[in-house]
């Protein structure tokens, strides 16, 4: 096996002299075309060791930035926005970015709940917390078993499947439009997710910014089909919401919602399947075995979190944090994956499954809003426990050494999870 964590120190020696202008980025990793992304852990415990809790790192194109490793970091990051802001305009890099940036998507200022500030991040978020409190997780659990059932259905008299696209990346997708109130299965609908996924995690040759744009068309087209027949669903009590939310705001806030219920989502089903059937701990009692599968969702968050990295946060002035001197306008990393595997919290190298503090959700006042949490639990758990009891024998289809990661330092997720089980008749 490649000493991943010396290839992270040979890229730190090979990286080129900071830019002009850069703060003390000598040294820095460049977090795209990484190839030893298999298992991150490894190199975040090579930036800690070399850099300790706060490293410089370089963007594409060699945009500097720094990643926060350290748990307590993260946390005062996220919990301090008079130091550390969502509001993208602040960062001293723009005039060397170009506007096909791969990564503009995540950075390009929205009229967004995401790059909102204060009060009128309380207003935005308000009106999604409002909505998403109005579905009903009994309710929502039902239709995610009913969607799992039918996926299910598909592949069952095979005998053999391939579970991300199959299973787990469906599951939430048609959860997560049945919520906002499009119709699931249409080619619409279809084509909506792969341009998310585009701009999320996009793969060589893709083209993130015209994903975004297809994405905002088509949200657009369901806010005026809403607004001409509301229903029982997100985007209707967005509408009706005493804040009165601008078609744009509306359209930028239902794309953050559909985005983190789905790919996440699907990654953390995926990545908590691929646990239960390749882990001694849960192998003996995960069929039916609702603690077992509680405890592996929990676990998967601390361990692979589906959101590795988040960009970002933008210093409102000159700071310090980790030692290091941030200046005002450099942006700010969250190394969410790096945080929740600590060694300050977690001494001796073992991960509590049952603790719950992991920063997956993030933290603080721009954290997932409640009850966003609970309701991906739903739908994740739903469609764990399903698969489980209808295919009670389900094993994996390859070695566990064979699966592979997604080559993102965003997303942590796998490019496929093949498995076999007895044929079951419909």
């Known amino acids: 096996m490649t000493d991943l964590t010396g290839a992270a120190e040979e890229t730190a020696r090979q990286s080129p002299d900071p830019p002009p202008g850069c703060p003390a980025h000598r040294g820095a990793v460049r977090l795209s075309g990484m190839e030893y992304q298999q298992t991150p852990s490894d190199m975040y415990r090579g930036l800690r060791r070399e850099h300790g809790s706060v490293a410089p790192v370089l963007l594409d194109n060699d945009i500097p930035a720094w990643l926060v490793l350290g748990y307590p970091e993260v946390s005062y990051v996220t919990s301090h926005d008079e130091l550390f802001a969502r509001d993208s305009r602040r960062w001293n890099q723009w005039e060397s970015i170009p506007p096909d940036w791969p990564l503009m998507p995540f950075v390009g200022h929205q009229p967004s709940v995401l790059f909102a500030e204060g009060a009128e991040h309380q207003r935005r978020a308000g009106v999604i917390t409002q909505a998403l409190e109005g579905v009903d997780q009994f309710e929502l659990a039902h239709e995610c078993r009913i969607i799992a059932d039918r996926l299910i259905d598909g592949f069952s008299g095979s005998g053999v499947a391939e579970l991300m696209g199959a299973y787990a990346h469906p599951v939430p997708m048609r959860a997560a439009v049945q919520m906002c109130g499009m119709p699931a299965g249409s080619a619409d609908t279809e084509e909506l997710v792969t341009d998310l996924q585009i701009s999320l995690d996009a793969a060589e040759g893709d083209d993130p910014g015209a994903a975004y744009g297809r994405v905002g068309e088509r949200i657009q087209q369901l806010v005026t089909d809403k607004r001409r027949s509301p229903g029982p669903d997100v985007t209707s009590r967005m509408l009706r919401h005493p804040a009165a939310l601008s078609d744009e705001e509306l359209v930028q806030d239902l794309i953050s919602v559909i985005a983190a219920a789905q790919q996440p989502t699907a990654n953390w089903i995926c990545n908590t399947l691929r646990l239960l059937l390749t882990d001694d701990r ?145």
């Open 282 to 426: 849960f192998a003996l009692n995960v069929s039916g075995g609702r603690v077992s599968v509680g405890q592996a969702l929990n676990e998967v968050l601390w361990l692979d979190t589906p959101t590795q990295n988040f960009i970002g946060r933008w210093a409102v002035r000159d700071t310090q944090l980790g030692g290091r001197l941030i200046r005002a306008g450099d942006c700010l990393v969250l190394g969410l994956a790096a945080a929740n595997t600590d060694p300050q919290i977690w001494p001796e190298g073992h991960v509590g499954a049952e603790n719950s503090a992991h920063l997956s959700f993030s933290n603080g006042e721009h954290r997932c809003p409640y009850p966003a949490p609970l309701l991906a639990d739903v739908i994740a758990r739903t469609a764990v426990e399903t698969l489980l009891e209808r295919l009670p024998d389900v094993v994996l289809g390859a070695d566990p050494q064979a699966l592979t990661w997604r080559p993102s330092v965003w997303m942590r997720g796998l490019t496929a999870l093949p498995v076999h089980f007895t044929p079951v008749g419909r």
